[in-house]
């Protein structure tokens, strides 16, 4: 039960207790980080989104090695596509990149889809949780809060892309819901290096408003 205290976060120290802390790996999928995939397609460098997989492997390990809860999150669609509302169907479709589309990786963003996997460096071993949720948060429509409430988590660490959609929106349905969130600034990405600065930044205003940021460094040595 004993506190991990992390002196480097901003905008001010961060505290969580690692056995109610778990490690969320938002939607390190081949679609947002591989090319062809969805994000490419959407007219975005994935140069950012794939630089991070290394670190985020890093961190992954850290947070095995210690025991902590690890969930892994994907973005997608039933086959069928009853799950997509049609406004993101539609403007999908007006980017180029309509979902449910075939692409070099199968149907866009529909699960079961090559597309749809996590990327094979950071594949979920067996026992942790992965979340398939329709949405950018890792709420809406699926049984995260469930999954935490059964092991008492209450401080969230997150990583993953893009910063400033499925983390941010994580993030904030996180914050509403009470949980201590800390984003690892170098394991999230955005394809716009500006949008992921922005993200981070946004995250300190009114003394944490919606949690607190650090280097994965400073998460990996604080476990040790
Ligand atoms: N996972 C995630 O962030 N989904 C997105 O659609 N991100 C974009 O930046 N478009």
Redesign the pocket.
């Known amino acids: 039960n004993q506190s991990m205290e992390l002196s480097r976060a901003l905008p001010y120290a961060y505290a969580c207790r690692p056995e109610r802390t778990a490690l969320i790996i938002?939607?390190m999928?081949n679609d947002?980080c591989a090319p062809g995939g969805?994000?490419e397609r959407?007219g975005?460098d994935i140069t950012p989104t794939r630089s991070i997989i290394p670190v985020i492997s890093d961190v992954l390990a850290a947070a095995r090695t210690a025991g902590m809860m690890v969930i892994h999150t994907r973005?997608g669609h039933l086959a069928d596509l009853s799950d997509c509302p049609p406004s993101k169907l539609a403007r999908s479709k007006k980017q180029g990149a309509g979902i449910g589309d075939p692409g070099p990786m199968g149907r866009i963003l529909v699960r079961g889809e090559k597309g749809h996997d996590i990327v094979p460096e950071l594949t979920p071993a067996a026992g942790e949780t992965i979340i398939d949720k329709p949405g950018?948060g890792a709420f809406y429509q699926t049984n995260l809060q469930e999954k935490l409430e059964e092991k008492k988590i209450e401080s969230l660490i997150l990583c993953?892309?893009?910063?400033?959609?499925?983390?941010h929106?994580t993030l904030r349905e996180a914050n509403d819901r009470g949980y201590e969130c800390l984003v690892l600034e170098d394991a999230t990405a955005?394809?716009d290096p500006a949008?992921h600065q922005a993200a981070i930044r946004m995250v300190w205003q009114q003394g944490g408003i919606f949690g607190w940021t650090a280097v994965s460094s400073v998460f990996i040595e604080g476990l040790r």
Not at 160 to 167: A, D, E, P, R, S
Request: charged residues 20%; contains cysteine.
């Open positions: 938002i939607d999928q947002f969805f994000g959407l975005n973005e950018k993953g892309v893009t910063t400033h959609v499925c983390v929106t955005a394809f949008d």
